[in-house]
């Protein structure tokens, strides 16, 4: 394929460019036909395609939304919106597993480049959404197979004591009291199980000293007390340079990443997805 002109390449550099403006205004509808022109005249830019896909999510049309970023990935493997774009509208129509993907491709690959940018927060957000949802999404599936089953089992377990009753050798009361313990016991055994899908109060050392939430970005500082890097961060700018509890002076660059704490919280949201719940 011949070289494009340096001319139609800054017409279609300048035609993005409008098109985000337009997007800024929320003038989506305008923005998708700068892109589309920019397309047009560079079609092997793996951005322009990207930036139509926003364009195209905040329209709602998810088609073209997956469409576009699955042509985006053909000409850059590694674009992070495409990668974003096409995890949000796996699921939208709840491929979790597949989107969750995406969602992490897209955030490893910002991650590296520009670690503290709005957009890695915005995957964050995406990512905690998608895992909760699976997993609330399961929780139902599980809750429900477990309840039939739970009675399945009730069930012949009350028909299997009303045929043997008579050939055994035990009393009614004696009978009665046999299938009101199993009972007991199966009962206990469902609701044992159900209690994964169950929520409960995230352990404190996992959550941070001032927002009380579960921890994201933990830092340890000098007092050995682990805080929320963002919130301890804004504590230090406007309330002034201490630490929040000890007291004692602190300032920014003493602030140390807990490694150990982020991959303990990292374990506890595996095992206990509906905790992802706390960070949205």
């Known amino acids: 394929m011949a070289p494009v002109p340096a001319s139609v390449v800054r017409q279609a550099e300048l035609l993005d460019a409008n098109g985000k403006k337009y997007f800024e ?24 395609w990207a930036n139509r896909a926003i364009c195209y999510r905040k329209l709602n049309q998810w088609t073209k939304v997956e469409a576009d970023s699955r042509k985006a990935l053909e000409l850059d493997s590694r674009s992070t ?90 009393g009614p009361k004696e009978a009665e009291n046999d299938v009101v313990g199993q009972l007991r016991v199966l009962n206990e055994v469902f609701s044992k199980t159900a209690s994964v899908d169950t929520p409960t109060e995230v352990p404190d050392y996992l959550c941070c000293k001032i927002t009380l939430n579960i921890f994201q970005d933990p830092v340890i500082a000098p007092s050995g007390i682990t805080y929320e890097r963002a919130m301890i961060i804004k504590h230090l700018q406007k309330v002034g340079n201490f630490d929040p ?21 990292q374990a506890y949201l595996n095992d206990h997805p509906w905790a992802y719940g706390a960070r949205l």
């Not at 998708?32 to 322009?48: F, K, N, R």
């Not at 509890?245 to 919280?265: C, D, F, G, Y």
């Open 81 to 170: 919106k495409a990668h974003f774009m096409l995890g949000l509208t796996l699921v939208e129509r709840q491929e979790y597993a597949e989107g969750i993907k995406e969602l992490e491709k897209a955030l490893n690959i910002e991650g590296l480049i520009n670690p503290k940018s709005d957009m890695v927060m915005e995957i964050k957000q995406s990512l905690f959404e998608a895992k909760y949802n699976e997993w609330e999404l399961l929780s139902s599936k599980r809750e429900w197979m477990l309840q039939n089953l739970k009675d399945s089992c009730e069930k012949a377990l009350t028909e299997y004591h009303f045929l043997h009753d008579s050939q055994d050798d035990y």
């Open 25 to 48: 205004k929320r003038r989506f509808l305008a923005a998708v036909d700068a892109h589309t022109e920019a397309i047009t005249l560079c079609p092997d830019v793996a951005l322009y």
């Open 245 to 265: 509890i000890t007291r004692e002076p602190l300032e920014q660059h003493q602030l140390v990443p807990n490694l150990a704490i982020k991959e303990a919280v």
